[in-house]
């Protein structure tokens, strides 16, 4: 890859607009490259056959069109593939497809390693080494629709849901909310007609509270946040979550009320239960208290066992005690199956800090 040149999957339609006048063309060129960047089968210039040769030259020369070929992949029995994308500089991130019949949502990285060393993930053990660009994060979707449009044509039996991703979840490795200008940037391509196509509604992004930047994502975006909450506790969530020694409960839960999002909209708090530590019936009515006046739903996660890390998810029943602690505070709550744990694919399981097991290479 030529560092000298501008990998075009960087820039939003805005920056293709100001890129192609740059070059000396009328701006609405950048829309054109756009139209032609994020279809499936195109990786060179030469096939943009609506951009006079001349201006395709001038592209191959300045610019490039960058994307992840041989995703590592490891499939889970429940149908949930792992994708560990190599970067150019060494790096492997990881995406995880988790299918069902009528969608298929994609669980994707927004930095590797994280900085953030919430005490129950093991991308928090990995340490904070880059922020993703656009294209980078653009790219695990791109790869991931390849994918599903190489199985529908080689072994349709396999698909378990649609042939292209329907929803983006921003849950792999990271805190998107570090790397906000990267990751609006690549929401903006992901909704542009032109590049993704795809919905607000069907875009989620996941922070552990990172308040200053939390508004803007309401403010420039318009998709779904989603808060790793996991205790209402200041004590307790400073210890699993260091963040809070920042941002504590209180001013989490007053910016959370003031989020800007359209009324029919919910915030999304990811609750994952934890034995011992934040699962009593206290724990489930401090909960209901401090929520109280949020437009939002509760997803209940069972933790996911991770090597070295000393966390167990509680009994089923007392999950469903504490599920029905908070319905009786008429809150909508759901339990969230954990889906692609045989496979360390499973929320807070993504790691490549150790060494990676290569089990399959595919050729997209
Ligand atoms: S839970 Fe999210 S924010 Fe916390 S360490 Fe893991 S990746 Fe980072």
Same mark, same amino acid.
Request: glycine share 6%; with cysteine.
């Given at each position: 890859?030529?560092?000298?040149?501008?990998?075009? +999957?960087? =820039?939003?339609?805005?920056?293709?607009t100001a890129y192609a006048e740059s070059l000396g063309q009328p701006g609405f060129r950048g829309k054109q490259i756009m139209s032609w960047l994020y279809r499936p089968d195109v990786v060179d210039f030469s096939e943009m056959t609506? =951009?006079?040769?001349a201006f395709r030259r001038v592209l191959a020369e300045n610019a490039y069109i960058s994307r992840f070929d041989d995703p590592i992949l490891? %499939?889970?029995?429940?149908?949930?593939?792992?994708?560990?994308?190599?970067?150019?500089?060494? /790096?492997?991130?990881?995406?995880?497809?988790? $299918?069902?019949?009528?969608?298929n949502t994609l669980c994707i990285s927004s930095q590797v390693g994280c900085a953030m060393g919430c005490r129950f993930c093991m991308?928090?053990?990995?340490?904070?080494?880059?922020? =993703?660009?656009?294209?980078?994060?653009?790219?695990?979707?791109?790869?991931?629709?390849d994918y599903l449009l190489t199985t529908e044509r080689n072994s349709p039996q396999e698909l378990i849901g649609p042939n292209r991703v329907t929803n983006v979840v921003f849950m792999g490795m990271g805190e998107p909310l570090n790397n906000l200008q990267n990751v609006l940037d690549s929401i903006s391509i992901m909704t542009e007609q032109k590049g993704l196509d795809m919905a607000t509604r069907k875009i989620?992004?996941?922070?552990?509270?990172?308040? !200053?930047?939390?508004?803007?994502?309401?403010? /420039?975006?318009?998709?779904?946040?989603?808060?790793?909450?996991?205790?209402?506790?200041? +004590?307790?969530?400073?210890?699993?979550?260091?963040?809070?020694?920042?941002?504590?409960?209180?001013?989490?839960? &007053?910016? *959370? #009320? /003031?989020? !800007?999002? !359209?009324? #029919? %909209?919910?915030?999304?708090?990811?609750?994952?239960l934890l034995e011992g530590i934040n699962d009593s019936d206290r724990d489930a009515r401090e909960l209901a208290k401090k929520l109280r006046g949020i437009p939002?739903?509760?997803?209940?996660?069972?933790?996911?066992? *991770?090597?070295?890390? $000393?966390? +167990?998810? $509680? !009994?089923? &029943?007392?999950?469903?005690?504490?599920?029905?602690?908070?319905?009786?505070?008429?809150?909508?709550?759901?339990?969230?199956?954990?889906?692609?744990?045989?496979?360390?694919?499973?929320?807070?399981? =993504?790691?490549? +800090?150790a060494k990676k097991k290569q089990t399959q290479n595919y050729q997209l």
């Open positions: 890859m030529n560092s000298t040149k501008t990998d075009l +999957k960087n =820039l939003t339609q805005e920056g293709l609506d =951009l006079a040769k490891e %499939k889970a029995s429940d149908g949930c593939v792992k994708f560990g994308f190599r970067l150019d500089d060494g /790096h492997i991130i990881e995406s995880v497809l988790i $299918p069902e019949p009528d969608r991308t928090g053990t990995m340490g904070f080494i880059r922020n =993703l660009m656009p294209s980078e994060i653009v790219n695990q979707i791109c790869a991931v629709r989620t992004v996941s922070t552990c509270g990172v308040v !200053p930047q939390m508004r803007s994502v309401g403010e /420039h975006s318009g998709v779904n946040l989603a808060i790793s909450l996991h205790s209402v506790n200041d +004590k307790v969530r400073s210890e699993l979550m260091p963040v809070n020694r920042k941002y504590d409960v209180k001013t989490l839960l &007053d910016t *959370c #009320r /003031h989020f !800007p999002m !359209p009324k #029919r %909209k919910r915030i999304m708090f990811e609750y994952t939002c739903k509760i997803n209940l996660l069972s933790y996911n066992q *991770c090597a070295g890390l $000393p966390y +167990k998810s $509680p !009994p089923k &029943d007392k999950i469903l005690r504490f599920q029905n602690i908070l319905i009786n505070a008429h809150y909508t709550v759901f339990i969230r199956n954990s889906r692609g744990a045989d496979i360390a694919a499973a929320c807070g399981q =993504l790691s490549t +800090k």
